[in-house]
């Protein structure tokens, strides 16, 4: 038996979903049409600093998983040995014929945002639309697939924009969770990181990957009776054109550093240019001052500073801010330092520090009944507002300024004519009493957030190369206001309804709390 594909195949799933989906097919209603939303209901909050806006990562390797997936023999023998209290079967054998000649993927369709793509709470991430039963089945991987991808997405690029343009590169892979660090490396390149040292990835993506030397080397060769200059020199014979050395295992400033400087001077003697030192644990912001004063007196003043040591957006912007304060003491040029600063993130952002999930949903909005053309919304029923999806087939429409910033998410009901040239009223998804009253015109520009990935199983959208969906990250985010893009205390981003669907919406709600079925 292959272990692998029982678990990341189509039993990659929990067990709700099968006794669902049996309960679905004992009564009938497994091939009833329903449509499915995906979306999170909250920013990241990482406790002392919040996120304003998201970064959509994760469809490509979700469509991927579709496509390969098909229930094997082994599946359904798992599944037929399994016992209730009773002793009895769980699923039937029925059930489990239906399921391995049936319960394929290929009858569901897909609408979803594009990956890199700016997104916020409420809006529809992922739409699929297909049987009851096997819309059922795909919830528990879409969610696997799609949340912890745009959780790190977020925290890449609210990393990359800390580092005003310097590069970033991800280093995460050996503090990630098992093999969802491929998943958190794909999804940091997404979101800002320039390169990582995940290596099969890199090839994979089409990058070089990254890296320098560990502290263990330096060790070694002084455990062998050594010293940190002959490991240096090891390392830069070994790799002339490509010398990074660590400068911090003994002392940055008194050893580190000049014995680097020692070794760039001979590579240069040899025709070769140094890349850099990297410094991983000190005050990184006075240290890079003091080393760029060293490094441009010794005539290497174009030379890399890689600094690491469990970054993340606040470090990363209190070392700038502290080196823009202090640097001119020592007769360094701030922003000429600040430009060769190279930030190299792990921990903090494979596991998105702070905020270690996206609390990413999945809900029923829309079925269709026996001989109906017509859709009819589902809407759930909850304590909490914020628990209340809104119902029905929609659209999400992203509506643009005369400055062409992003000003507000608009989700409306999937017949709406939606007319910016009107006025329209735009209402809170959760609160009855905050709206906003768009003018006629104030919308310049409306664009459609989701497009189709998927039709019957077929692909039917070209995925996008990385520096594609890189480079509409930048454009999504540079559409955003100031405020929105803050590290702390973002401003708010409008996400609203139209009042067609904010009317449905109440009335679903006051039709259910009756006990009257519609």
């Not at 025709?271 to 005050?283: F, Y």
């Not at 909005?365 to 589902?378: D, L, P």
């Not at 300024?401 to 910016?420: I, M, N, S, V, Y």
């Not at 405020?483 to 409008?494: D, E, S, T």
Request: glycine letters at 8%; charged letters at 20%.
């Amino acid at each position: 038996m292959n272990n692998q594909r029982l678990t990341e195949g189509f039993l990659f799933t929990d067990q709700y979903q099968l006794t669902m989906a049996q309960l679905y097919f004992r009564m009938g209603l497994h091939e009833v049409p329903a449509q499915f939303e995906h979306f999170f209901r909250r920013y990241p909050d990482y406790g002392s600093h919040e996120a304003g806006y998201c970064i959509n990562a994760g469809l490509e390797p979700f469509v991927d998983w579709i496509q390969q997936t098909r229930v094997t023999d082994d599946d359904i023998d798992q599944l037929r040995h399994q016992r209730n209290v009773a002793g009895e079967q769980v699923f039937a054998d029925d059930f489990l014929s239906w399921l391995k000649n049936s319960a394929d993927f290929s009858a569901l369709t897909i609408h979803a945002v594009p990956e890199g793509r700016v997104v916020h709470p409420y809006l529809p991430l992922t739409v699929v639309e297909g049987p009851m039963a096997i819309a059922q089945l795909l919830e528990t991987s879409l969610l696997n697939h799609l949340n912890y991808p745009t959780l790190v997405a977020t925290k890449a690029a609210r990393i990359s924009d800390s580092a005003r343009g310097c590069a970033v590169l991800e280093f995460g892979l050996r503090r990630a969770q098992g093999f969802g660090g491929n998943a958190g490396t794909r999804a940091a390149l997404i979101g800002g990181a320039d390169f990582t040292s995940n290596v099969g990835m890199s090839h994979s993506l089409g990058l070089q990957p990254k890296g320098t030397h560990a502290h263990s080397m330096v060790q070694l060769f002084m455990a062998m009776g050594m010293t940190e200059l002959d490991a240096f020199r090891a390392y830069a014979d070994v790799y002339p054109d490509d010398c990074l050395l660590l400068v911090d295992t003994i002392n940055t400033l008194e050893i580190g550093i000049p014995n680097a400087l020692t070794i760039f001077n001979e590579l240069v003697a040899k025709g070769h240019k140094p890349v850099g030192i990297r410094i991983d644990s000190g005050d990184l912001a006075y240290l890079s001052i003091q080393a760029a004063k060293m490094l441009n007196e010794a005539g290497f003043p174009d030379t890399s500073i890689v600094l690491s040591d469990g970054l993340d957006e606040l470090l990363i912007w209190q070392i700038t801010t502290q080196i823009s304060l202090e640097a001119h003491r020592y007769g360094i040029d701030a922003s000429k330092l600040i430009q060769r600063l190279v930030y190299g993130v792990g921990t903090n952002l494979v596991t998105s520090k702070g905020e270690p999930a996206l609390g990413g949903v999945f809900k029923l909005v829309a079925v269709q009944r026996e001989n109906e053309t017509e859709w009819r919304s589902a809407m759930k029923i909850s304590e909490s507002a914020a628990k209340m999806p809104n119902p029905g087939k929609k659209r999400v429409l992203r509506l643009y300024d005369q400055r062409d910033k992003a000003t507000a998410d608009l989700l409306c009901l999937h017949e709406e004519d939606f007319d910016p040239s009107t006025p329209n009223t735009l209402r809170h998804p959760l609160v009855h009493t905050r709206q906003r009253q768009l003018s006629a015109g104030e919308a310049t520009r409306v664009e459609e957030l989701l497009v189709p990935i998927l039709d019957h199983g077929k692909v039917v959208h070209e995925m996008p190369d990385l520096e594609t969906i890189r480079a509409q990250r930048s454009t999504d985010m540079e559409r955003l206001d100031p405020g929105i893009l803050r590290l702390v205390n973002p401003h708010i981003y409008h996400v609203s309804l139209t009042q067609e669907l904010w009317d449905l919406k109440q009335k679903l709600i006051k039709e259910a709390r009756s006990g009257k079925p519609s």
